[in-house]
Nanobody, 124 residues
Framework: QVQLVESGGGLVQAGGSLRVSCVASGRTFGRYALGWFRQAPGKQREFVAAISRSGSSTRYADSVKGRFTISRDNAKNTVYLQMNSLKPEDTAVYYC?????????????????WGQGTQVTVSS
């Protein structure tokens, strides 16, 4: 099992940048592919970005491609989401999720673990 704790959310103006992080407990962090999902008020949770177990493969939602970058540091048990050129529509609670697989995946039902989320608010 893995426990995930997100941090780094906050309030930022449109056009600004923010980096959110997710630290995982345990010694098996390297066994998991990871993803970031987000949920805005009144909406379903949606895929944002994912990274493979090795970090060599990444996938992005079209809405964030070119603006967001997912990365991981297996030595620190941490996955990051660097968010640039933020827009008001990026406002949401951002969740880190893990799956026991080598491969990045865009489908939430493929992930078995998630954290409590961190709020990102982008003002116009």
């Amino acid at each position: 099992q893995v426990q995930l704790v997100e941090s780094g959310g906050g309030l930022v103006q449109a056009g600004g940048s923010l980096r959110v992080s997710c630290v995982a407990s345990g010694r098996t962090f390297g066994r998991y592919a990871l993803g970031w999902f987000r949920q805005a008020p009144g909406k379903q949770r949606e895929f944002v970005a994912a990274i493979s177990r090795s970090g060599s493969s990444t996938r992005y939602a079209d809405s964030v491609k070119g603006r967001f970058t997912i990365s991981r540091d297996n030595a620190k048990n941490t996955v990051y989401l660097q968010m640039n050129s933020l827009k008001p529509e990026d406002t949401a609670v951002y969740y880190c999720e893990a799956r026991t697989s080598s491969f990045a995946n865009t489908l939430r039902q493929e992930y078995g673990y998630w954290g409590q989320g961190t709020q990102v608010t982008v003002s116009s």
